[in-house]
């Protein structure tokens, strides 16, 4: 393609024709080089030109034989200084930098007419100063075949090279400037090009890895489409509004996924096999989580806020998930007082019947609750759903009973998975802090795209192998009907009153006992979980003397039956007694004082068998409550000779 020729005026920058321009050199334009460059800062060659308006200006305010004396156009130049005036900087200063046309009509690089002209995006007029020092004015048109990827092709850049290019002080700075752009472009956060950042990277700024993201930003209407400006809060509305419509309602909420797809792709077999009975029903996790807010000057939305279980401002929004952490809605967020809690909460969404979970529900269907929700209990009873909720201890009970505790493990082993799908949520650093009370309103539509982005792109939490589910399950429902023997010898023989002097047990050290070896599989099989195995460090760390003994009671009739005295975690001044009674080979009950140690569905408490114990961190710290002893100082007078 041939270079074409083009003479713009050095001041307007104006295309000038043949009988309009002016070359400045020769000794005859001196007068008006010397005026460019001293009100314009122009160092001009001779091979630049001015056109017929710009030089008709300079002559009639300059007398060619005393420029200096001349008052400039108030338009044009900026007022001469003198010693009564201020000196006052130009409103506008014109830069030497290489610049094309914005023409309409034509294109700027072949200068060929036509009705196919695109606009030039942005992205890719930034791109051009950044890479080749060329400016290209908003608005400005080519042809399409010059644009490839958003970037001009090399060609197009050759025909762009003849472009004049006057290096200034204000010119070597912007040089600078795009040096070092140039040479951190892969370090800048670019999601518009996936060469930039790292699958791991995309994760840590984002949650989700690069090919999730990418889809994710499919859902978005692209903001650079628009004619008008959008500010960034504008834009993040804009965006939150998209996903709402297009996004969040395929993955979220009781429309987008109807009870046949729930109970066969999102429900585990082992909540089947204890819960759902000869029946198949829809089981649901359900709880509430909380979102801190700051303290709001509005005294009663304060107090509607405060929450006298946390002490301190949340909202409440309630969560209802599968039993593997499928998030099935999110509803709310609620206010956190003493009239939304989660019981109340349930009785609202029930009653609004939001999102039709009325119609959505059918009967035998099974909720899984902690006991905030007793008092949605009748409720949820008249409409025929099936609520399992761990047990309550009555007045004056100190323990539960063994069906009770049983009960109780059954729900536990299902229950957990809501817990673990609140803390996915909190992986989002926005949720895990105190949110602006600015942020208040979005904070449903947030949490909602959260969840959403949840189930479409993360694995669940909790599957479980259907085989092993059902095999866990039966065994489970097994012991749940089993009494704790070890529980009835204990109390028949009053084997529990442990005194210093008794006759019936005696202390050693747990090291000589003739323990069966358990491997972790063996413990898992115990306990039918690891929640107790990780739990059992602390306690056995708690339990070990100071000369790193480990203290049981052995019976002395019985020589597989032991005892120790257990730390409670949570308060100081209890301590549990558990007995274990084993054989050469495994154990074979347990029983332990604690409220849920009369279960038989595994290990209430922690196994008290020699374990490897974390690290005290207690030794790095001071402790008040142990005083120095004092001083003791001799006050009595001492005998001095003194010679008379």
């Not at 089981?283 to 002490?311: A, E, N, P």
């Not at 759903?385 to 323990?399: N, W």
């Not at 792109?457 to 097994?478: A, H, R, T, V």
């Not at 790193?548 to 020589?559: A, G, R, W």
Request: hydrophobic share 35%; proline share 3%.
């Amino acid at each position: 393609m041939s270079k074409v020729a083009r003479f713009t005026c050095v001041l307007c920058t104006k295309r000038t024709k043949n009988h309009d321009r002016r070359f400045l050199g020769g000794e005859g334009n001196k007068g008006l080089r010397k005026y460019l460059y001293k009100y314009f800062f122009l160092n001009v060659d001779s091979c630049d030109v001015i056109c017929g308006a710009c030089r008709r200006k300079y002559y009639r305010q300059y007398d060619d034989k005393s420029i200096t004396n001349a008052k400039p156009d108030k338009q044009v130049l900026p007022a001469a200084s003198t010693s009564q005036q201020t000196l006052v900087s130009p409103k506008t200063i014109t830069l030497s930098l290489s610049s094309i046309g914005g023409s309409h009509s034509s294109c700027f690089v072949c200068r060929k007419r036509g009705p196919k002209l695109i606009v030039v995006s942005y992205s890719t007029r930034l791109t051009t100063f950044v890479q080749n020092n060329i400016i290209i004015p908003a608005g400005a048109r080519c042809c399409p075949g010059h644009i490839s990827d958003e970037n001009f092709s090399e060609q197009a850049i050759e025909c762009l090279s003849d472009l004049r290019k006057i290096l200034t002080e204000v010119i070597f700075l912007l040089q600078k400037i795009r040096m070092l752009l140039l040479k951190n472009e892969d370090k800048r956060l670019n999601f518009d090009k996936d060469s930039t950042l790292s699958d791991a990277e995309y994760i840590s700024l984002t949650g989700i890895d690069k090919t999730s993201f990418s889809d994710l930003a499919s859902h978005l209407v692209s903001i650079r489409d628009t004619k008008e400006k959008i500010r960034s809060a504008e834009q993040l509305q804009q965006s939150e509004k998209n996903l709402m419509q297009t996004f969040v309602p395929k993955h979220l909420g009781f429309n987008h996924i109807s009870r046949e797809n729930l109970i066969e792709n999102h429900t585990r077999p082992l909540a089947q096999t204890l819960f759902g009975n000869e029946f198949n029903p829809a089981i649901l996790v359900i709880d509430g989580t909380y979102i801190y807010i700051q303290k709001s000057g509005q005294f009663q939305f304060q107090r509607r806020t405060f929450s006298m279980h946390k002490h301190r401002p949340l909202v409440k929004p309630m969560v209802f998930v599968t039993t593997t952490g499928y998030f099935v809605s999110v509803m709310g967020p609620y206010l956190a007082d003493s009239k939304n809690n989660d019981a109340n909460i349930l009785k609202h969404i029930i009653a609004s019947d939001n999102e039709q979970i009325k119609s959505w529900l059918q009967k035998d269907d099974v909720f899984i609750v902690d006991r905030g929700f007793r008092d949605s209990i009748d409720l949820l009873e008249e409409l025929g759903i099936q609520t399992e909720m761990p047990s309550f201890l009555k007045k004056g009970q100190a323990q539960f009973t063994t069906e009770e505790s049983n009960t109780s493990r059954l729900i536990t082993k299902i229950r957990w998975v809501v817990e673990s799908a609140n803390g996915r949520i909190k992986t989002w650093v926005f949720f895990n802090h105190v949110m602006p009370n600015s942020q208040i309103p979005y904070i449903g539509d947030y949490l909602r795209i959260v969840c959403s982005i949840c189930n479409k792109y993360f694995k669940p939490l909790s599957s479980g192998d259907p085989e092993e589910d059902q095999l866990l399950g039966c065994k489970m429902i097994y012991l749940s009907k089993q009494n704790n023997l070890l529980k009835e010898k204990i109390e028949s023989e009053n084997l529990d009153r442990i005194r210093s002097n008794s006759t019936t047990w005696c202390k050693i050290d747990a090291a000589s006992i003739e323990f069966p070896s358990i491997t972790e599989e063996d413990l898992r099989n115990l306990t039918l979980g690891v929640y107790q195995i990780k739990l059992a460090k602390s306690y056995v760390a708690e339990h070990v003397t100071e000369n790193s003994d480990f203290e049981v009671l052995v019976h002395k009739q019985e020589n597989n039956l032991i005892c120790a005295k257990i730390q409670s975690r949570h308060v100081s001044s209890k301590a549990h007694l558990l007995w274990i009674q084993y054989d050469e080979v495994t154990v074979l009950g347990w029983f332990c004082k604690c409220r849920a140690g009369a279960r038989v569905v595994g290990y209430a408490r922690c196994l008290d068998i020699p374990y490897c114990s974390g690290d005290d961190w207690t030794k790095y710290l001071i402790d008040a409550r142990n005083m120095p002893e004092p001083e003791i100082i001799d006050e009595s007078d001492e005998s001095d000779c003194v010679e008379e």
